[in-house]
């Protein structure tokens, strides 16, 4: 029986700037590259070497740790380069297409009849293992586990996320397919959750899986809280997590014995003049993927990811694996004198000092980068709490990565968060602090001596 998922604290930030629903076409770029930075925690090691030609869905490189998870190229062309950085370290994979697009192919599957350990080793041989990730976490997912269950979230209710329906609109199949399959890999059920608005969406008829629906202010799309209401993580249990735009990716390899990897990317912030979607492959350079817009000023920050959980980037890196938008907003690099202490009723605060955006719930917001202040030590202010949905003392969990007491972080909950989790109460900080990192750091280490 299907669960509905009700929150009440948390914040939406209304910012201009959500993409249209319009599509564009990229050309393709000159050149595209797998960055192993993009899967975290994996150590690459290369398969393909400067010079190789290298087809679409074909691996450049494998994890070190376990060389059965392989990191496909998205086209088919020719190594052009390996950059490396201190101590020789794997930065990017450049690869110069030929045009010809030609694929790896494999032989159909019957998803019927084939046993968990095939579909899995096809899916690993295939290059799609990457695109299943594991809480606790939030890496890239053991093969060798079974999951107690999997789950999808089909609502982003980040600020000016792209929508979930919209990405998969017209890919019923593919989705259907990769639910079917993945349902065989775990011991649980897979479970979607979706907007309460979602009755006639793509998500609301599949089958095979256990739907819900979401209601309240962000984060209540996120998988973690998700998760902490349906069917929360122990010590010891494994949960996996894909995304929807990735499930269409499995199911369509599935189908075809092809990977394609391409996908649809929002194009958002208040920066953009025309905000749309654009149709391009992973790896594309920024600079091609964002051409079909028009870009107001020249001071501006390209953002991976929405505006609270993305990775600042440039015009000249590459398009993320897991990567579904890119936002612009305006540098945030001008001091207003006094600005502290001087009422400023276009800016946008959950405090009620000298800011009057509470005064108009509905307005939508053009913020730019500007944190408003320096780090300083944490303030006891009490507000973490109110957008901070899951059973679990922000501040404290925080404090204990900091000062990295293992047994006080699993007492507070950290198998069951993940860096976004953290996204609002970072960005209500009154002392500025990298919540998120602090999350991630926190995250790596019990990788390495808890494992």
């Known amino acids: 029986m299907s669960k509905d998922i009700r929150i009440s604290k948390g914040l939406d930030i209304k910012l201009v700037g959500e993409a249209d629903k319009v599509i564009s076409d990229v050309a393709d770029s000159t050149e ?31 994890s ?30 450049v690869i110069e297409p030929d045009g010809a697009n030609t694929s790896l192919e494999f032989p159909a599957l019957n998803l019927d009849t084939v046993s968990p350990e095939d579909l899995k080793s096809r899916l690993l041989e295939g ?40 990405l998969v609109h017209g890919r019923e199949a593919q989705l259907q397919t990769a639910i079917d399959a993945l349902a065989r890999l775990t011991s649980g059920r897979v479970h979607l959750t979706i907007s309460k608005d979602s009755e006639t969406s793509a998500f609301a008829k599949l089958k095979n899986v256990e739907i819900h629906r979401a209601y309240g202010p962000h984060p ?8 902490g209401k349906i069917d929360p993580i122990n010590r010891g249990e494994r949960v996996w997590v894909v995304k929807p735009e990735d499930l269409i990716v499995i199911g369509e390899f599935l189908q075809t014995g092809k990977l394609n990897l391409q996908r649809l990317v ?20 920024i600079s091609d993927v964002i051409s079909p817009v028009r870009i ?3 001071n501006n920050r390209i953002i991976e990811g929405n505006p609270i959980t993305g990775e ?36 946008f605060s959950v405090l009620r000092a000298n800011m009057f955006s509470f005064l108009t719930p509905n307005k939508k917001y053009n913020l730019t980068t500007n944190t408003n202040g320096e780090m300083r030590a944490f303030v006891l202010t009490g507000e973490y709490e109110t957008v901070f949905p899951l059973d679990i003392y922000p501040m404290q969990l925080m404090k204990s990565c900091l000062y990295k007491d293992i047994d006080e972080m699993e007492a507070l909950g950290i198998y069951e968060v993940a860096p976004e989790d953290f996204a609002l109460t ?4 009154v002392s500025k602090i990298p919540h998120q990192q602090i999350i991630r750091d926190g995250l790596d280490m019990m990788i390495k001596e808890v494992g």
């Open 32 to 62: 595209y590259a797998i960055v192993p930075d993009d899967f975290h925690g994996i150590i690459p090691r290369l398969i393909k070497r400067e010079g190789d030609a290298v087809k679409a869905g074909e691996a450049v490189f494998h």
């Open 64 to 93: 070190k740790l376990n060389d059965k998870v392989l990191f496909p190229s998205p086209v088919s062309g020719v190594v052009k380069e390996v950059r490396r950085g201190e101590k020789r370290k794997i930065l990017a994979v």
């Open 127 to 166: 290059g799609c293992w990457p695109f299943i990730k594991q809480r606790p976490y939030d890496i890239i997912a053991n093969p060798e586990d079974t999951p107690k269950a999997i789950f999808i979230s089909g609502y982003n209710s980040a600020p000016i996320a792209p929508d979930a329906d919209f």
């Open 220 to 227: 209540v799309g996120n998988v973690s809280t998700q998760i």
């Open 266 to 285: 929002a194009l958002t912030g208040g920066q953009i003049e025309n905000p749309r979607y654009v149709r391009v492959k992973y790896g594309a350079k």
């Open 296 to 298: 107001i000023g020249d």
């Open 312 to 347: 600042k980037s440039s015009a000249d890196n590459y398009l993320g694996a897991y990567v579904n938008q890119i936002t612009i907003l305006a540098e945030g690099n001008d001091y207003d004198f006094f600005g502290w202490n001087l009422p400023r009723p276009n800016k």
């Open 426 to 429: 970072e960005f209500i900080c």
